[in-house]
């Protein structure tokens, strides 16, 4: 399934500066249900963002039309807990290309890039950085530039680097995942197969 080619994202950000946020409160188990990747944005954190009556919470970021934008930058650990890959379905269908965060956990970190959200890692110096500026201004705008692999806070010109494998790099930059990219390789399987003896 191929999904938005990422190449430099410039958004206003979502701020949750909540450390530990589990995979089961970004999308709770019991909308696991569905197979396809798609409708699982409505649910995302489902219990912090509804009432038991369904009415939202006020309190809750998502809830807040103070902030919008097409990055969420959480707390450090972002992701923990069990590997469910439906959270990160639910990050991208609700419409966020990129998280930003101290830390990740490595299953939700690569579920998030296998389906087209980019997660960035920064110190935990530039995320405080981050949630001041946003909180200062919910217009701060934040440039990920994935050819280069910086973030930046455009108000400061602040940056930091970041890391990504060149793979999972060039299967964004293309809009693939996995299996895109086999298929992208079809003639040159095609051909190599073509040499073989058997």
């Not at 409160?25 to 409708?39: D, H, N, S, V, Y």
């Not at 639910?90 to 980019?118: E, M, P």
């Not at 060149?166 to 051909?191: C, F, P, Q, R, V």
Request: aromatic share 12%; charged share 25%; hydrophobic share 40%.
């Amino acid at each position: 399934m191929a999904y938005d080619k990422f190449t430099i994202l410039r958004s206003t950000a979502v701020p949750m500066p909540i450390e530990n946020v589990d995979t089961d409160q970004i999308i709770p188990a019991r909308f696991l249900k569905a197979t396809e990747r798609k409708g699982f944005g409505d649910n995302l954190f489902r219990d912090w963002r509804y009432n038991n009556d369904n009415t939202p919470k006020a309190d809750f970021v998502l809830n807040d039309p103070t902030y919008s934008g097409k990055i969420l930058v959480g707390g450090k650990n972002f992701g923990s807990g069990s590997s469910r890959e439906h959270a990160a379905w639910a990050i991208y269908d609700y419409g966020f290309r990129c998280v930003v965060s101290s830390f990740f956990a490595d299953i939700f970190q690569a579920n998030s890039i296998n389906v087209g959200i980019l997660p960035v890692r920064v110190s935990p110096e530039f995320l405080e950085k981050i949630f001041a500026a946003i909180e200062a201004d919910p217009k701060t705008e934040l440039e990920i530039n994935l050819p280069a692999q910086t973030i930046t806070l455009l108000a400061t010109g602040e940056s930091e680097s970041f890391a990504i494998n060149e793979y999972k790099k060039h299967n964004l930059t293309n809009g693939y995942d996995d299996i895109d990219y086999l298929l992208s390789m079809k003639e040159e399987i095609g051909a190599f197969a073509e040499t073989r003896p058997f």
